[in-house]
């Protein structure tokens, strides 16, 4: 059975009343970030079980429970960088994999290097916000001039050096993971671009997931796939969910629609769920046909008028997420 969840940050702890909206519109499932947990931070990535069971007890008492557990970009960033203490930050990544897989967290979130990491504003294209319909906003995000070729910036990791220090990070992870019956899943790059501004990206397409999994052919050792993400690619999303659904590699799914592909146009525009390019009852039809039996969530968030908190587009995406599970799954959906 496809389920419904969302991303939360540390913030929503604080925030009972917003918890319990997410319980109020049918979400049982939340994504974690590492850092909610104490310790986590000042000990420089290394957790314990008393702070995971902290943070489950908090969810549990709104009745949610942690599907994921996401590793932040910027803990992991050095480990692609070759730093010199990547050795220490393996370690603690291995360790809490162990903590969160012990704590019954069934899935384990790791970060890939972007080329985001190194730009300033933290963004590889230009990025803007538009109107649609009723003037909502949503974001635009134009990459025609960060994809030119350009040299290699100093201090930027080439491709190989990336693809070497992704396949020892999951090396060190993944057999944890699975130790605990824990399944591991990875983002790719977004924007999907094999390069910007001349730094690297590695896990863009189909074909690069396809090496990771060549490379780590561990069964737990698997990918977030976000519709939005693999549609702006400019590959076919039913393909990949066919391609990788049949491989059992499905292990969270971004439900995200967008206008325009990079190949196509070199931007796009990141929509409201029914407004974009893709049916999504298709897409949730194709999980459901592979057998996926994971989470979906909304991902980003449009603004609408005097919602600055998100919460009116978060029950607008899980009322048409659950409609639409409804109708492939039948009643109780």
Excluded at 71 to 80: H, I, K, M, N, T
Excluded at 88 to 112: C, F, K, T, W
Excluded at 239 to 244: G, K, S, T
Excluded at 303 to 309: T, Y
């Amino acid at each position: 059975m496809i389920r419904i969840g969302t991303r939360i940050s540390p913030d929503w702890l604080e925030r009972p009343d917003d918890l319990r909206f997410l319980k109020q519109i049918g979400v049982d499932y939340v994504d974690i970030t590492l850092d909610m947990v104490e310790g986590y931070r000042q000990s420089g990535g290394r957790i314990d079980r008393a702070g995971v069971d902290k943070v489950v007890e908090q969810l549990g008492e709104y009745g949610l429970e942690i599907e994921r557990a996401n590793f932040l970009s910027a803990e992991l960033l050095p480990v692609y960088l070759g730093s010199d203490d990547s050795d220490r930050i393996i370690d603690n990544a291995a360790h809490s994999a162990d903590v969160v897989g012990e704590a019954g967290v069934p899935l384990l979130g790791l970060q890939i290097f972007a080329a985001a990491n190194l730009l300033a504003g933290g963004q590889a294209g230009e990025y803007s916000w538009r109107e649609g319909r009723g003037d909502y906003q949503y974001l635009h995000i134009d990459m025609r001039e960060s994809v030119k070729e350009a040299p290699l910036p100093e201090g930027a990791p080439t491709a190989e050096q990336q693809w070497e220090r992704l396949i020892r990070l999951h090396e060190a992870v993944v057999p944890v993971a699975e130790s605990h019956g824990m399944n591991v899943a990875m983002h790719g790059n977004d924007p999907p671009v094999p390069s910007a501004y001349g730094i690297p990206q590695i896990l863009y397409n189909q074909a690069s997931f396809d090496r990771l999994f060549d490379a780590v052919p561990n069964a737990n050792n698997g990918i977030t796939f976000c519709v939005g993400t693999r549609y702006e690619s400019g590959e076919d999303v039913f393909e990949m969910i066919r391609h990788f659904g049949e491989q059992k590699r499905l292990f969270h799914i971004h439900f995200r629609n967008v206008v325009g592909t990079l190949p196509a146009r070199g931007e796009y525009s990141e929509v409201a769920p029914d407004e974009g390019d893709l049916n999504m009852a298709d897409v949730a039809r194709a999980l459901h046909e592979v057998g996926y039996e994971g989470v979906i969530d909304y991902d980003h968030i449009m603004r609408l008028i005097g919602d600055p908190e998100g919460r009116s587009y978060i029950a607008y995406c899980v009322g048409y997420m659950r409609g639409i599970l409804t109708a492939v799954q039948g009643p109780g959906a």
